[in-house]
C-alpha cells in the first residue's frame, strides 16, 4: 500500500529550530511537497523536492533523500506565526496513473 | 488571498436537503480540484478536473456530484448527505493537473467549506 508517515504533533521554542520529518512508502515518485496550514486556513505551499538534496528558501529549507524515501522540512528562526501544522504529500505514479498522497500533518506549537 | 475563493464559508445541512459548493479561482490556472479535510486525517482528494474534463473520481460516494462549466469554476453538488460526510471541503487549483503529469505544480487553496450534516 501507499503510506506517509509524519509525526502528530511537535513543541518548539521561538528563536529555536525545528525539524518534521515525512517518509513515505509509494509506487513510483515524482516529487514530494510540503504545504503549511494555519488553524481555520487554506494550505499554503512551501517547497517541492524531486531529487536528493536540500533546498533552502529563507528560514525554510526542505530535504529528501530519494533512496531513504524520507523527507524533513527545516525551520529556523522560529516566530510564533510558525505555529501551523505542516502536511507533506507525495506524487506517486504507477504506469503513468499519478496519485497525490497526503500525510496527516504535523502539528507545530511553538512557545515563547 | 490566494486567488481561490469559496462559498458558502460554513454551511449546515439536513441529511434531507440538497446544497451545492461553490469554488471559483482568478488565476488563470487549468486544473481544479475538490478535497475533504476531517480532523486529524490526511487530505482526501475527491475530484481533479482538467480543462474542464473530469479526471479523477477517487471512489466518491454518488451523493456527491461535482461540475466544472468552465476553467474558473467548480461546484460540488450535495444530496441526501450523512453524518460522517461532515468535514472542511477544499477546493485548489493549478497551472497544470498534477495527475496528468504536472508533476511540480503547486496547488492554491480556497479557505473552504465548513459543513456540518445533521
Known amino acids: 500500500g501507499q503510506n506517509i508517515d509524519q509525526p502528530t504533533e511537535m513543541t518548539a521554542t521561538e528563536g529555536a529550530i525545528v525539524q518534521i520529518n515525512c517518509t513515505y512508502q509509494?509506487?513510483?515518485?515524482?516529487?514530494l511537497f510540503w504545504y503549511q496550514q494555519h488553524a481555520g486556513e487554506a494550505p499554503t505551499f512551501l517547497s517541492y523536492?524531486?531529487l536528493d538534496g536540500l533546498e533552502e528558501k529563507g528560514r525554510f529549507s526542505s530535504f529528501l533523500s530519494l533512496s531513504k524515501g524520507y523527507s524533513y522540512l527545516l525551520l529556523k528562526e522560529l516566530q510564533m506565526k510558525d505555529s501551523a501544522s505542516y502536511l507533506c504529500?507525495?506524487?506517486?505514479?504507477?504506469?503513468?496513473?499519478?496519485?497525490?498522497?497526503w500525510g496527516a500533518g504535523t502539528k507545530l506549537i511553538i512557545k515563547p | 488571498e490566494t486567488g481561490v475563493t469559496q462559498t458558502p464559508r460554513h454551511l449546515v445541512m439536513g441529511m434531507t436537503n440538497k446544497k451545492s459548493l461553490k469554488c471559483e479561482q482568478h488565476?488563470?490556472?487549468?486544473?481544479m480540484y475538490w478535497y475533504k479535510q476531517s480532523a486529524k486525517k490526511p487530505l482526501e482528494l475527491m475530484f481533479v478536473?482538467?480543462?474542464?474534463?473530469?479526471?479523477e473520481n477517487n471512489s466518491v460516494p454518488s451523493r456527491f456530484s461535482p461540475e466544472c462549466p468552465n476553467s474558473s469554476h467548480l461546484f460540488l453538488h450535495l444530496h441526501t448527505l450523512q453524518p460522517e460526510d461532515s468535514a472542511l471541503y477544499l477546493c485548489?487549483?493549478?497551472?497544470?493537473?498534477?495527475?496528468?503529469?504536472?508533476?511540480?505544480?503547486?496547488?492554491?487553496f480556497g479557505p473552504g467549506t465548513r459543513l456540518t450534516v445533521l
Open positions: 485548489a487549483s493549478s497551472r497544470e493537473s498534477l495527475i496528468a503529469g504536472g508533476l511540480s505544480s503547486e496547488q492554491f
Open positions: 504529500a507525495v506524487l506517486s505514479n504507477m504506469d503513468s496513473n499519478y496519485q497525490l498522497i
Open positions: 488565476l488563470g490556472h487549468n486544473a
Open positions: 523536492n524531486v
Open positions: 478536473y482538467n480543462f474542464k474534463e473530469q479526471t
Open positions: 509509494t509506487s513510483g515518485f515524482n516529487g
